[in-house]
T-cell receptor, first 112, second 112 residues
Framework: AQSVTQLGSHVSVSEGALVLLRCNYS??????LFWYVQYPNQGLQLLLK??????LVKGINGFEAEFKKSETSFHLTKPSAHMSDAAEYFC??????????FGQGTRLTINP | DAGITQSPRHKVTETGTPVTLRCHQT?????MYWYRQDPGHGLRLIHY???????DKGEVSDGYSVSRSKTEDFLLTLESATSSQTSVYFC???????????FGSGTRLTVV
């Protein structure tokens, strides 16, 4: 069965600093990997996804993630944090895109 | 989100009463899902459907039932609500071609 571990339930960075949110997964077959963002009192919005092909995936709002099979990781990065990036971020894994399994989430705080 | 609506958005109910949440899609997608979101747990799958009258259990299905009598509607029923079912419930559709899920805005359910 698939599983996802997000390292750090809360990450705090300064505005303009690098954002790094960590995600490790477990899957018995080549996985599909996703990052979602949730702003307060809203639903989840897809940031980016990896299915096949290029391992560096670019998403919306300047975020990107790199699939590293050898490390079973799919960390999310953004070179320069903006105040509007404050939200909760969820990593998810799926085998064949039938069911998504989510990590527990990481709340990102941006300090002025 | 465009194409998927949940109702009600908020509900307060008493312990022991049945509750039904509705998810409606306008995009004719085959796969629909119900998740619950709780702090520290991310989103956990309750039930999902892969077609009319075709449903299956997720990881936290106890105390919940679902029905899908037509493609556009997926109902989640709490047969006898308990305080542990206080949560935010999200419906999702799987836009399979894109291997991405679209989520509804959520239903905040409080069981008192």
């Amino acid at each position: 069965a698939q599983s996802v571990t997000q390292l750090g339930s809360h990450v705090s960075v300064s505005e303009g600093a690098l954002v790094l949110l960590r995600c490790n997964y477990s899957s018995s077959v080549p996985p599909y990997l996703f990052w979602y963002v949730q702003y307060p009192n809203q639903g989840l919005q897809l940031l980016l996804k990896y299915t096949t092909g290029a391992t560096l995936v670019k998403g919306i709002n300047g975020f990107e993630a790199e699939f590293k099979k050898s490390e079973t990781s799919f960390h999310l990065t953004k070179p320069s944090a903006h105040m509007s990036d404050a939200a909760e971020y969820f990593c998810a894994v799926s085998e064949g895109a039938q069911k998504l399994v989510f990590g527990q989430g990481t709340r990102l705080t941006i300090n002025p | 989100d465009a194409g998927i609506t949940q109702s009600p958005r908020h509900k307060v109910t008493e312990t022991g009463t049945p509750v039904t949440l509705r998810c409606h899609q306008t995009e004719n997608h085959r796969y629909m899902y119900w998740y619950r979101q709780d702090p520290g747990h991310g989103l956990r799958l309750i039930h999902y459907s892969y077609g009319v009258k075709d449903t299956d259990k997720g990881e936290v299905s106890d105390g919940y039932s679902v029905s899908r009598s037509k493609t556009e509607d997926f109902l989640l029923t709490l047969e006898s609500a308990t305080s542990s079912q206080t949560s935010v419930y999200f419906c999702a559709i799987n836009t399979r071609n894109n291997y991405g899920y679209t989520f509804g805005s959520g239903t905040r359910l409080t069981v008192v």
